[in-house]
């Protein structure tokens, strides 16, 4: 394979950029004055703002949001539409890539149809049985001894889980303790990811997006020299697994290819657990009743194995299961997601044209009242078996679906669960009386005072 992508033979090399007249068909937005005061107002507010214009125009919107203009596809069918992609009708690589490429180029979300295929097959030998069975042990071991660490006063939960989510990676996706050059490592890495969500795009002296480029080549130095260490050995860390998958030609992916899988995997899977994390220990600080019903059934699993979470009694950690996914209901850690249109497409009777850019919002989806009734009520039960039938397959999407469904799906299950396993089995998460916590919502949700909390002994 080669290492450097590779538009894919389906996209159109001459795919128009289409305007707000060629869109003026639709319902939506009217240009405004002052571009820039939209985003910075959308920024502000970006659930009100898209709920409102939903309100407002229904379930096909025009935008202009970043200065560009676009269309939001709202609800369960426009999922389906673009994240099935059954006639190939939607790129992934052109919707993320002015997002992601400077950092993250290559990575497998910004690859389309056949090319994506084949390295989402190569990639998915590291998210087998084997290979998941030994991360739950070094997220076991690694959660242990990272809630040790935390204080029995009040502090501020996100920086916290985001630190200790850095740490875990460090175990399963690399095999290693960040070691000496730990600090520096997780400094550049937490330099690409906000780099990649910054606002200025260009890498000018001094900005966000210049400390990004630095950290990717920090990152694909570490990596690249690791490579023929990892090479033909067997080892049961991410990074190895990759080093080591196989094509369908029997080949091994390249150096570079690696480097770019592994750069985009870490991003991935960082910011999205850790938001999710958050937004779970916040429902069940609100809503302690939750905390009760995890522990007994954590304390049933202890009894069955003798203290330990086993890959095998995962699936017994039922509540936790449905707690998560409300909470990631109301709080998507990936709140819209955006393609572009390789052809013209009818969706709803508007005829969309060729190269428009789509955004489809599980944000707004997953508060849509005809689907999710009394949408802002925080219920769990509503994941249940019995209350989950008949609803539309694409109405809860915080994992997208189709081809691109998150890869790493039941490896952040996993963590979570390990996570709430240690955290709850022997404690409680206190919030402040009254405590009313707000979350920005994009690009990546995050408590904005951090959520400060306690963890009380029992
Ligand atoms: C709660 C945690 C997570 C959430 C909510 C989440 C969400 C998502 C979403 C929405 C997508 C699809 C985006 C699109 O279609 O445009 C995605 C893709 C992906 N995620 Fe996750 N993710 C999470 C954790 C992880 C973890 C832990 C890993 C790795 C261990 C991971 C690896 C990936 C990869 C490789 C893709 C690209 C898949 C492809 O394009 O075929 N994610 N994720």
Known sequence: MNAHAKI??????????????????????????????????????????????????????????????????????????????????????????????????????????????????????????????????ELNTGIVRGLAKWPTTQFKFYPAIKSLTLDLAAASFLGVPWGPDGDKINQAFVDMVLASVSVIRKPLPLTQMRRGIKGRA?????????????????GDDIFTQICNATTEDGGLLTDQEIIDHMNFLMMAAHDTTTSSITSTVHFLGTHPEWQDRIREEIMAVKAKTGGELTYETLGDLETIELVFKEAIRLIPPVPSMPRRALREFTFM???????????????????????????????????????????????????GGGGHMCLGLHFAYMQVKSFFFHLLAENRIVLAPEYKGEFYMFPIPKPKDGLPLTIEKL
Not at 38 to 46: A, E, G, Q, S
Not at 218 to 234: A, C, N, Q, V
Not at 361 to 370: A, I, K, W
């Open 218 to 234: 920090f990152m694909s130095d570490f990596f690249g020299r690791e490579i023929p260490k990892r090479r033909g050995k067997t």
């Open 349 to 399: 009777n508007h005829v969309i044209p060729a190269g428009t850019h789509v955004g489809i919002n599980p944000m707004v989806t997953h508060r849509l009242p005809d689907v999710w009734p009394q949408p802002e009520k925080f219920d769990p039960t509503r994941f249940t078996a019995e209350n989950s039938k008949g609803r539309h397959k694409y109405a809860w999407v915080p994992f």
């Open 8 to 137: 894919s033979a389906l996209i159109p090399a001459d795919l128009p950029e289409p305007s707000f007249e060629d869109l003026a068909h639709l319902p939506g937005m009217q240009p405004a004055r002052v571009p820039i005061m939209r985003t910075i107002n959308f920024l502000k507010d970006p659930l009100g703002r898209s709920m409102k214009l939903t309100e407002q125009y229904g379930r096909v919107v025009r935008r202009q949001d970043f200065g560009g203009w676009g269309v939001s596809l709202i609800g369960p069918e426009a999922n389906e539409l673009v994240m099935f992609n059954k006639d190939k009708i939607f790129s992934s690589s052109l919707g993320w890539n002015p997002v992601l490429e400077n950092l993250f180029p290559n990575g497998l979300m910004l690859l389309d149809f056949e090319e994506h295929r084949i390295h989402r097959k190569t990639l998915s030998i590291a998210f087998k049985t084997e290979p998941m069975k030994h991360y739950l042990g």
